[in-house]
């Protein structure tokens, strides 16, 4: 193969893969429709001019064999006056308008004939093309879809849906975070206010003890008897009855 040729073959592919990628469904069917409307015109006309061709024939064969009738009707009439080279001279005019219609005849009925054929094809042209029109609204609505479906996933496969999931986990988990904390928040709330309760509670029992022994203490001190200053003890008489009922207290206050 020749350096020429091999040249001629790329350019060729170039060019056919060039064309093909420019190639528009939806346009190259309109043109197509449009290509053959104009087909269509053509054939039409075409139609037109050999039946008006057909009927000049026609005419003119009808033409010829009048002309042929009205030679042999004067060629009976120079006989019957006659004239017998008048009547030859009137034959043989009636013999060319007898060929020509003859002629004509021939030449109708291969023109009928054609005629014929060009309308079954112009019949047939206008159903491919009713056809054709069928076909390419079906399509352009296919290529339509194509086109719809092809930029549906051009959509899907440009949003970051792993990222966006992602997003999602993290908000969820840190809504999780949020609902702990507070949740911790209350139990440490709760936590302490159970525990001032308790010290309440625990206070109060305390002040009373301390009420009750300063009670008791009072009412074993002889009355106008001054108070000793703080870090000063003295001795107070043991009393079998009082150091029971302390104990008690004692155990009711462990108790509780």
Do not use: C, Y
């Not at 000049?56 to 033409?63: K, L, N, P, S, Y």
């Amino acid at each position: 193969m020749g350096l020429f040729d091999r040249v001629g073959r790329v350019v060729r592919s170039n060019l056919n893969a060039m064309v093909g990628a420019a190639e528009d469904p939806e346009k190259i069917l309109e043109q197509a429709i449009i290509d053959m409307q104009e087909d269509l015109v053509q054939m039409r006309q075409a139609v037109a001019k050999a039946i008006a061709s057909q009927k000049r024939v026609q005419q003119q064969a009808t033409q010829a064999n009048n002309e042929a009738n009205k030679w042999h009707q004067r060629a009976q009439l120079a006989l019957q006056k006659g004239d017998e080279n008048l009547a030859r001279e009137a034959l043989s005019r009636k013999k060319a308008q007898a060929d020509a219609a003859a002629s004509l005849q021939a030449q109708l009925s291969q023109q009928t004939a054609q005629a014929d054929a060009m309308r079954k094809n112009l019949i047939a042209l206008e159903g491919k093309i009713s056809e054709a029109k069928t076909k390419k609204d079906m399509l352009k609505a296919r290529v339509s879809a194509a086109k719809a479906n092809e930029q549906l996933q051009s959509t899907m496969s440009s949003m970051s849906t792993s990222s966006a999931m992602g997003a999602f986990e993290r908000m969820e988990e840190k809504v999780l975070m949020m609902e702990a904390q507070s949740q911790a928040a209350a139990e440490i709330g709760g936590a302490s206010l159970d525990a001032a309760f308790a010290e309440l509670e625990s206070s109060g029992v305390d002040d009373e003890l301390a009420a009750m022994k300063q009670a008791m203490l009072g009412g074993s001190t002889p009355a106008g008897t001054a108070q000793l200053p703080s870090g000063t003890t003295q001795s107070v008489p043991q009393d079998s009855a009082v150091d029971a009922e302390l104990e008690d207290l004692k155990t009711q206050l462990d108790s509780l």
